[in-house]
């Protein structure tokens, strides 16, 4: 790998070439200076407690691969162009996470006032915000300690915003109950998702605790997995049929899982990441009835139901599906299901609001969530009130109606206008098919490398999908996420990109990666070949 990059990469990158392969090869010690602390004052060396001997082997095995090595590596060549370095390119294009505000989309007006507001409450007394955004903030204050934003709240969160939540479900779910004591306010998705997968986790051996989870798979998954020692149990995603979930495939996963493991959670996105697909009802009432037969835990990561392109697509949320089944299924089936602010229409993800409802969950097991949650004391007051707007946005009557949902509107179209934009010019290149992007904010085109270019990169120890992403961002700054890092199926290769830049700068990148790949099929004379592997 070091011999690779460093053919693309300028000597004054030395430094960086080291920290990449560290990274890569799970940073091993290699000097004295890894495990000395200091000399101690009759001259003897006294070791550094914690090393990568003793480090936890859990947390050794995770990876991440949408902040992985060539994450840094663009960072690098990002500061590395600032400092008046010379590249074929003139800024680096991240386009390897769903950052919209990083991408240059606005904030929601009034999402942003209302925040303000009660961070600022001396604010309310000016006459530059309205109303309703006034309105928002004093009851949220009011249900703070101190009516002040800056205090802890209860560790599920702010009492009225659970309520807001809980209407927010009813009516998006068309009245099906939602009980605000089941939600929980969270630190992201992310934090609810680890939150409940702890409390699946136990077992040893053949009784440990299997989570089946899609391939390709958002990487906090399996993450998560391999810091808890779980058994990752995988499950894959039928990519010639738009990334579609067959319940086939999910028989045969648990079955054979079933001979080392004992599978105990089944794991959801939908709308897809990385795949962008976006599940129908019946399979969903499938991936359901499955669950139920087989008395598994379903953890349903619905982070993306605004974001729906497909006119022939629609969100439907596990738990409505599973109440129209009947009270058999709805009244047994146990189900966790996340949503976020980070996502949507309006991308806060510096804000980390989330909230997770629970289904069925057994009361004492309840109680026990409630005090893992509670040794974390709360998540950020910020993040929840962020959260509050979006479940409970400004109605008809209110002053700020028209612009919130002007704006959410032109968000949402934009997005949907770059979904075909980036399935049409990715289609167009030789080598490369992208299903259509039906939802969420990610394209996860199939690449095809040439045999002689996974040879190479084999014989670097490097995954091939890898070593394109490398060259891609060394030759046009473009960094993107090796399929790999999410998982795919052998022998296939793709990279995720994000769909989130300005539409301009989005048709750049586009280009960008029609004319690399063109030139990387001709440097191993497979063109024609190319041509005929997505025909």
């Known amino acids: 790998l070091m011999w690779y990059i460093s053919r693309f990469a300028p000597p004054c990158h030395l430094t960086l070439l080291l920290y990449t392969n560290m990274m890569v090869n799970m940073v091993k010690p290699h000097t004295s200076e ?16 914690l090393t990568m ?59 942003r006032q209302v925040v303000a507001l ?31 934003i800056g205090s802890y709240s209860a560790s599920k969160g702010v009492d009225c915003i659970r309520q807001d939540i809980a209407a927010y479900i009813e009516q998006r779910d068309q009245g099906v109950p939602a009980n605000w004591e089941n939600i929980f306010l969270t630190t992201g998705a992310s934090d609810g998702i680890v939150s409940i997968l702890r409390l699946l986790v136990s077992g040893q051996a053949h009784a440990r605790t299997g989570v089946m989870i899609p391939i390709p798979q958002y990487p906090l998954y399996s993450a998560a997995i391999a810091e808890m020692d779980a058994v990752q149990v995988n499950y894959y ?64 990561d619905e982070v993306y139901q605004d974001n729906v392109y497909a006119p022939d697509c629609q969100f439907h949320s596990f738990k409505k599906v599973l109440y129209e089944m009947g009270p058999e299924y709805f009244n047994s089936v146990e189900l966790a299901s996340f949503h976020s602010s980070s996502k949507g229409y309006t991308g806060e993800c510096g804000f980390r609001g989330g909230f997770m409802e629970i289904v069925n969950l057994d009361p004492e097991v309840k109680s026990q969530l409630v005090k893992m949650l509670s040794v974390r004391l709360c998540p950020p007051v910020t993040g929840q009130a962020a959260m509050d707007v979006i479940v409970n946005p400004p109605q008809p009557d209110e002053p700020s109606h028209g612009q919130f949902y002007k704006e959410k509107g032109l968000v949402l179209g934009a997005l949907a206008d770059k979904a075909k934009l980036t399935e049409h010019i990715l289609n167009a290149v030789p080598g490369i098919k992208c299903n259509p992007v039906q939802g969420a904010m990610y394209a996860f ?50 990279f995720r990109m994000t769909i989130l830049p300005s539409a301009e700068k989005l048709k750049v990148l586009l280009e960008k990666v029609h004319d690399f790949h063109i030139k990387f099929l001709n440097e191993y004379s497979a063109l024609d070949e190319a041509q005929r592997s997505v025909s």
């Not at 890894?34 to 407690?49: L, S």
């Open 237 to 300: 995603l039928d990519e010639d049929n738009c990334w579609a979930l067959d319940v086939h495939e999910l028989h045969r996963a648990y079955q054979t899982a079933k001979e080392h493991c004992q599978p105990r959670v089944l794991c959801i996105i939908n709308p897809g990441n990385p795949t962008g697909q976006v599940q129908s009802k019946k399979c969903i009432k499938d991936v359901l009835h499955f669950a139920y037969e087989e008395n598994l835990f379903v953890m349903a």
């Open 118 to 148: 009660c961070t600022f409450p001396e604010l309310l007394d000016s006459p530059s915000f309205p109303k309703d955004a006034k309105w928002r903030a004093r009851r949220i204050l009011q249900s703070c300690g101190g009516q002040s």
């Open 53 to 111: 001997e003793t480090l936890n082997p859990q947390v050794k095995a995770v990876e991440y691969a949408v902040r992985g090595p060539i994450v840094i590596k663009a960072g690098e060549i990002e500061r590395y162009l600032q400092e008046g370095g010379k590249k074929p390119f003139t800024e680096v294009i991240k386009a390897n996470i769903g950052d919209a505000h990083a991408m240059g989309q606005q904030p929601i007006t009034f999402l």
């Open 34 to 49: 890894a495990t000395v602390a200091a000399t101690v004052g009759n001259g003897q060396i006294r070791e550094k407690t």
């Open 445 to 494: 085109p199939r690449i095809f490398i040439p045999p002689r270019a996974v040879e190479e990169a084999q014989a670097l120890g490097m995954q091939p999908d890898m070593m394109y992403c490398l060259r891609l961002l060394e030759e046009t700054g473009i960094c993107v996420v090796p399929g790999s890092g999410f998982g795919q199926r052998e022998g296939s290769y793709h």
